[in-house]
């Protein structure tokens, strides 16, 4: 169940995503000095501190001390923001004026829905080249322009550079990181030609880029929430990010194909229970989004009404409600990227033995991408995979391993609760 603080950030944050609804206002200024520490200390972990300047800064009864933070926070943020969209306008126009289509992720794109897109904290620039043979080229045009390569490179799906400021640019060769299932890897990078085919101008901030058609962004939100999630776990603003996606006008023939995408990647269950979610606590309009909670196989059985016991006597309850407050405490849980607690790491697809050896040998493809593809190499490549879990743990994390695979269990059942893939 969600607690007091908890309850106040979600109305915070809906007066600020939703400035239509005033009376919401009012839920904050009842909060006192201690209730409004505690608020900001939440938001801070959540990166969803600036939101809250909109909706406090005309509180005559805030303690100038926490008006303080907030503006900080909320200038800090903005100015961030600016310099990020113009290392995107530049990197843009370099890549196109060598005939390389670069597409943004995130970022501008998703910051310009919101009532004041200055105050949504970004730290990286995102840049998805969809055709394989540019992509080394726009890497090295960038490293000719001044951008370094990091050094170690942690992840499969991109390549991260940082400029003279060390700002960090991350271009994207694909959409995410390999899922366990691989009919889900097989499915992006089928899907990675489209991107290139369905992308639109974006003006609103006064430069020029171009970022994914509303189909592909939306789809793109979910797939790095997904993605996100089954491993340590995402915050509020990733939610923030869906509810001012779809609060605006959307063409039904790019609803029509977002849920296509949705039900060929199977991810139903996942996208209806986060949007259920975003209606019952942050003001997604439910006529924005009914077609997809009732245009989806999952949303029928995770719908119905089931019986619990309260107060001595049995409770109706809708069961995707119930799913959605669980799956909320789960965000409030992880923190801005998962990292409130050392023990979080992966959430797995399925609750048995078989599904903590099938994570597993995922983990050792991921730390082993290209030795992983000989057979022969498996068992030595497993006991790496091993060691560096178990060193990880103890030297860097200072848990116990068993304490990591309950936790890694218990998110697994919530998983398990959205069928997803």
């Not at 992308?199 to 929430?225: C, E, K, R």
């Not at 990880?392 to 697994?412: F, M, P, Q, T, Y």
């Amino acid at each position: 169940m969600l607690g007091d603080t908890e309850k106040l950030l979600l109305a915070a944050l809906r007066q600020s995503l939703c400035p239509s609804e005033k009376n919401l206002q009012q839920v904050g200024k009842a909060a006192g000095t201690q209730d409004m520490q505690c608020l900001l200390s939440l938001a801070r972990k959540h990166a969803v501190l600036s939101f809250l300047f909109d909706v406090y800064e005309e509180d005559k009864e805030l303690p100038a001390q926490l008006r303080q933070e907030l503006q900080y926070a909320a200038a800090t943020v903005a100015r961030s923001n600016y310099r990020l969209l113009f290392l995107t306008k530049y990197i843009t126009q370099v890549l196109h004026k060598e005939g390389i289509r670069a597409i943004l992720l995130k970022g501008a794109a998703t910051a310009s829905y919101y009532p004041t897109p200055e105050l949504r904290k970004s730290g990286d620039v995102d840049i998805l080249i969809p055709e394989e043979e540019h992509f080394r080229r726009a890497v090295k045009l960038l490293r000719n322009e001044g951008f370094s390569e990091c050094g170690e490179q942690t992840a499969l799906h991109h390549i991260e550079l940082k400029n003279s400021e060390g700002i960090s640019v991350e271009i994207h060769k694909i959409l995410a990181e390999p899922f366990e299932s691989k009919r889900m890897n097989l499915y992006l990078e089928q899907l990675l030609p489209a991107y290139g085919e369905n992308v639109i101008a974006n003006n609103s901030w006064g430069v020029t880029f171009y970022q994914p058609a509303d189909a592909y962004h939306a789809f793109y939100l979910i797939i790095h929430m997904l993605q996100h999630f089954l491993r340590a776990g995402f915050g509020l603003k990733f939610l923030c990010d869906w509810t001012v996606f779809w609060n605006r006008e959307v063409d039904d023939k790019q609803k029509e194909r977002f849920l296509r995408l949705v039900r060929e990647s199977r991810t139903e269950g996942f996208v209806v229970v986060l949007t259920k979610a975003c209606v019952n606590y942050l003001g997604l309009e439910i006529e924005n989004v009914e077609f997809l909670l009732r245009g989806t196989e999952e949303h029928e059985e995770l719908s119905l009404e089931t019986t619990t016991k309260g107060k001595g006597f049995p409770v109706k309850e809708c069961a995707l409600d119930k799913l959605a407050e669980d799956f909320m405490e789960e965000v409030f849980a992880a923190g801005e990227f998962g990292h409130e607690t050392q023990q979080r790491m992966v959430a797995m697809r399925g609750t048995g033995l078989t599904a903590y050896v099938r994570e597993f040998h995922h983990q050792m493809h991921l730390n082993f991408p290209h030795a992983g593809k000989v057979f022969l190499m498996w068992p030595l490549l497993w006991a790496l995979t091993l060691a560096r879990f178990l060193y990880n743990n103890r030297a860097v994390r200072k848990v116990r391993g068993r304490d990591i695979l309950k936790e890694a269990g218990r998110r697994s059942r919530l998983i398990d609760r959205m069928k997803l893939f």
